[in-house]
């Protein structure tokens, strides 16, 4: 298996401000540990730096005059919104990563490798005309259109951030070549309060828009039935040319954002069932977008655990340096129905669930 892992030294400057969450070592922290690990020495693993993104690479997605805006407010070092600041440096980083997703497109294309990770990645609050959520643009969705401009008929999202990814959902509300498939902690008790089970999707897109919202509490063993009652099944059906995924550290047990309990071990094993999806259903084209999360303690084993699950590493010595919480039977019972429901609602609209 060759891969890329995408990343530039200029993805710190997206850093949002003392005080804020979302900081700029956490690239500098990843990958230090990556290196340690000799996770770039491995068979097959190619870095490369990418360029930034254009602005022609933004209008695939995005309205013009929200790109003109954006471009604007960091000019003049204007924030966006209360959460989510601009400025020269953090405009640069952001065309840097958006670029990281969309060199692993192109490198997989050329054939030079089949599977990808675009360090940083996963910007999934952006939507059409709008941003937030510490997010400008949604380079998720402009990796889709750039991966439709080579050829790919279906796309499969699969969202494994602990927020709803909005932007992304309503991008593609409308259309069934693209199913968004989102795992986030329930939206009654987080940001963004949308991804809710009855959010299928509108007119032809109807039935291709997939929330599974999971209660405060849920774990490894428990994420992992949800996702591979879900995943598989849909993937075998909706038989895409390629599957994207994006999601951080956030569901971490120790982030400080969500209220989710998965283990570093339980993301390597989320991604590595995505990836045997994606070798099953689509000969292994699969990119990851690792770039949430809000513990810096555990930010870089959890993103390198992603990564290792990604392409399919086993070897690999995955620790949390905190012990997990004691699972809760009740929470087990509540994911379960959770899918129940899934199914039950998207049962008119995908046969794997009849």
Known sequence: MRAVIAYHEKFKQYDLGPGHPYRGDRFVNAMRLFREK????????????????????????????????????????????????????????????IGGSLTACELIHAGEAERGVAVGGGFHHAGRNYGGGFCLFN?????????????????????????AGNGTSDIY???????????????????????????????????????????????????????????????EEFK??????????????????????????????????IAQTAERVCHGRYILLPGSGYNPDVLPISWYALIA???????????????????????????KAVVDEVKRTLKPYWRCFQ
């Open 173 to 235: 509300y409308r259309d069934p070549n693209v199913l968004y498939v989102g795992f986030h902690q329930d939206p009654a008790t987080l940001y963004p309060g949308v991804g809710f089970i009855p959010e299928i999707g509108d007119g032809e897109g109807e039935g291709y828009n997939v929330n599974v919202p999971l209660p405060p509490g849920t774990d490894d063993d428990s994420y992992l039935y949800a996702l591979s009652e879900v995943v598989p099944p849909l993937a």
């Open 38 to 97: 000799g996770l770039f020495e491995r068979p097959g693993v190619m870095l490369v730096e990418p360029k930034p993104a254009t602005k022609e690479d933004l209008l695939t997605v995005h309205d013009e005059d929200y790109v003109k805006l954006i471009f604007r407010l960091s000019e003049r070092g204007i924030p966006y919104d209360w959460e989510t600041p601009c400025s020269p440096s953090i405009l640069e980083a952001a065309l840097l990563i």
């Open 139 to 163: 380079d998720v969705a402009i990796l889709v259109e750039r991966l439709r401009r080579h050829g790919a008929k279906r796309v499969m999202v699969i969202d494994h951030d602990v927020h």
């Open 309 to 335: 699950g990604a392409l399919g590493l086993s070897d690999v010595d995955i620790k949390d340096s905190l012990p997990p919480p004691p699972t809760r039977p009740d929470v087990r019972k509540r994911v």
């Open 240 to 273: 895409p040319d390629f599957i994207v995924s994006n999601g951080g550290s956030d569901p971490h047990f120790a982030d400080a954002l969500g209220s989710l309990q998965i283990t570093a071990r339980g993301f390597h094993k989320i991604t590595r069932l």
